[in-house]
C-alpha cells in the first residue's frame, strides 16, 4: 500500500530531525492542525484553501513537493464522507495561524513599536535642533570672516601707506612699464613712441575705449593739450592724477614720458611731476638722477 499524504510529510520530518513544534513556529500553524495532517484527519482543520495552505506549508518545509502534496491531498478529502459540505460550510478560526501560546506574544511587539516610535521621534528633534545650530554657527562665522576680511584690507591700506602718506610701491611690479589709457572726450588721437617704435590710436568712448600699452625701457605719450583734463591713466595697476600741462607749456601736442627711471617715483607719488626740459631725443638711461617725467614746455 503506497504512503498516505500524512506519512510522508511524518517520513520527511523525522529524516531531517525536525519536530513539530519547530514546523509550527516557522508555518505559524498550530501544532495540533499539523499533527493531524501527519494523521491524515482533517476534520479538525478548517476546511477549504486554508487545508491547502496548511498542505503546501508544511511540505515545503520538510522538503516534499508541494504539488504532489496537494494531489495527495484532493484525494484523500474525495475519499472522505461530507469533505465537500465542511469545506462549504465551515468558517476560518483566527487562531488557526497560530498556537495556543501565541496570544501574548503581541505585547512584545507593541512594546518594541513604541520604542521605535520614540527614537525616531527623538532623532526628528534632534536633527531640527542640529539645523538650527547650524545655521546659526555658519551665520557666526560669516561675521567673523568678514570682519577678518574688513581687518586685513585695511591693514593691507595701511601696511603700503608710508609715514608722508605716500602709498608704497612694494608689493606693486616695476620690472615693466604697463599703461592703461581711457578717456572721457568724444576723441582723442593717441601718438606713442613705446621703446622707439611709433604708433597712432585713435581713444573714443563708443569705438576704442581704452588703449593698454606695455614697454621694457620707456613710454611717450603725445595728444592735443586740450583734452588733457580728459585722460585717466593707469600705470602698472595703479590709478595716477590725470597729468595736466605744466604753466608756459606752449604746444598744442601735450607730450611726456614714463621710463625705467621716473617709474618708480610716479607709482609712489601717484601722479607725474614735470621738471626741467629735456631733449626730445633723450632716452631712458639719460639723467639716471632724474625722477621726473622727461617733458617741458618748449
Known amino acids: 500500500m503506497p504512503e498516505s499524504l500524512g506519512e510522508k510529510l511524518r517520513q520527511a520530518r523525522e529524516e531531517r530531525d525536525i519536530s513539530i513544534s519547530e514546523v509550527a513556529e516557522q508555518t505559524r500553524i498550530?501544532?495540533?492542525?499539523?499533527?493531524?495532517?501527519?494523521n491524515d484527519d482533517y476534520r479538525t482543520l478548517p476546511g477549504g484553501i486554508f487545508n491547502k495552505g496548511f498542505?503546501?506549508?508544511f511540505a515545503k518545509y520538510v522538503g516534499v513537493d508541494e504539488h504532489e502534496a496537494l494531489q495527495d491531498y484532493a484525494r484523500i478529502v474525495s475519499s472522505q464522507e461530507g469533505t465537500e459540505d465542511i469545506e462549504e460550510t465551515k468558517t476560518y478560526r483566527p487562531e488557526v495561524l497560530t498556537d495556543d501560546n501565541s496570544g501574548p506574544s503581541m505585547l512584545p511587539t507593541i512594546i518594541f513599536a513604541v520604542i521605535i516610535l520614540g527614537l525616531m521621534t527623538w532623532g526628528i528633534l534632534a536633527l531640527?535642533?542640529?539645523?538650527?545650530?547650524?545655521e546659526s554657527t555658519?551665520?557666526?562665522?560669516?561675521?567673523?570672516?568678514?570682519?577678518?576680511v574688513k581687518e586685513t584690507e585695511n591693514s593691507n591700506?595701511?601696511?603700503?601707506?608710508?609715514a608722508n602718506g605716500q602709498t608704497s610701491t612694494e608689493n606693486i611690479s616695476t620690472d615693466e612699464i604697463k599703461v592703461q589709457i581711457k578717456t572721457t572726450a568724444e576723441e582723442l588721437a593717441l601718438q606713442t613712441v613705446v621703446d622707439g617704435k611709433r604708433e597712432t590710436v585713435?581713444?573714443?568712448?563708443t569705438t576704442i575705449t581704452e588703449k593698454t600699452i606695455t614697454a621694457e625701457e620707456s613710454l611717450k605719450l603725445n595728444y592735443y593739450r586740450g583734452l588733457a583734463e580728459s585722460v585717466q591713466l593707469t600705470v602698472n595697476g595703479k590709478k595716477i592724477e590725470t597729468p595736466l600741462?605744466?604753466?608756459?607749456?606752449?604746444?598744442n601736442g601735450f607730450e611726456y614720458e614714463i621710463n625705467m627711471n621716473n617709474l618708480k617715483k610716479i607709482l609712489q607719488d601717484g601722479k607725474i611731476t614735470f621738471g626741467e626740459a629735456a631733449p626730445a631725443n633723450a632716452n631712458s638711461n639719460t639723467g639716471a638722477n632724474n625722477n621726473t617725467a622727461t617733458n617741458a614746455p618748449q
Not at 245 to 251: E, H, I, L, T
Request: hydrophobic fraction near 35%; glycine fraction near 4%.
Open 245 to 251: 600741462p605744466p604753466p608756459g607749456y606752449k604746444k
Open 138 to 148: 555658519t551665520q557666526g562665522n560669516t561675521s567673523i570672516a568678514n570682519a577678518n
Open 128 to 134: 531640527v535642533n542640529y539645523l538650527q545650530n547650524a
Open 157 to 162: 591700506a595701511n601696511a603700503n601707506t608710508n
Open 55 to 57: 498542505v503546501k506549508s
Open 30 to 38: 498550530s501544532a495540533l492542525y499539523l499533527e493531524a495532517i501527519e
Open 202 to 205: 585713435l581713444l573714443s568712448p
